[in-house]
Antibody
């Protein structure tokens, strides 16, 4: 199983970022895909999940309205789009999945997002 | 909303020593708790799920125990590669982490 994320990105405040997570080694539609944020020196923060089977997302309240999670079954790729970026969004973003809904056996390598003017 | 607290924040030990990490939930979570290890510059790695089941490939020196609100991760004899940050997790919530560093 591999989760390969897109590379580091730098955005200005107010912009939108879209991070990808391409999976291999398992059936993409069999497991939810989660997105998790880790700000510098901080703990992990769950942002939400998407069910690749039907594209149905569930968002954490903290990110509701600013995050959009999608899944493209034609390319086995999940996406996390975060809008209205601010400096506090500077963090590493991980995609993660697992055999049980909320146990994350597999993680992407992380994508560093820097938000700065 | 469940809140997870971990103690201690930092644990300073020597290789070969036993490490005992605690995670407490603000309400009962049954056995639905996981532990992760994270080293600098790396993604977290699942160690334990369902409170006490070792994930695939995790050495036997890692043991998870507890249920309800109190959980423990024990590393029986620290190896050099075990010095890292450890997080407990219950569904969408993660604890603040315990850093195990070299004394």
């Amino acid at each position: 199983v591999q989760l390969l994320q897109s590379g580091a990105d730098m955005k200005k405040p107010g912009a939108t970022v879209k991070i990808s997570c391409k999976v291999s080694g398992y059936s993409f539609t069999d497991q939810y895909m989660h997105w998790i944020k880790q700000a510098p020196g901080k703990t992990l923060e769950w942002m939400g999940l998407v069910d690749p089977k039907d594209g149905e997302p569930i968002y954490a309240e903290e990110f509701q309205g600013r995050v959009t999670l999608t899944a493209d079954t034609s390319t086995d790729t999940a996406y996390m789009e975060l809008s209205s970026l601010r400096s506090e969004d500077t963090a590493i973003y991980y995609c993660a999945t697992g055999y049980s809904t909320f146990f994350f056996d597999y993680w992407g390598q992380g994508t560093l997002l820097t938000v700065s003017s | 909303e469940t809140v997870l607290t971990q103690s201690p924040a930092t644990l300073s030990l020597s290789p070969g020593e036993r490490a005992t990490l605690s995670c407490r939930a603000s309400q009962s979570v049954g056995s639905y708790l996981a532990w992760y290890q994270q080293k600098p510059g790396q993604a977290p790695r699942l160690l334990i799920y369902d409170a006490s089941i070792r994930a695939t490939g995790i050495p036997a020196r890692f043991t998870g125990s507890g249920s309800g609100t109190d959980f423990t991760l024990t590393i029986s004899s620290l190896e050099p590669e075990d010095f890292a940050v450890y997080y407990c997790q219950q569904r969408e919530k993660f604890g603040p982490g315990t850093k195990v560093d070299i004394k």
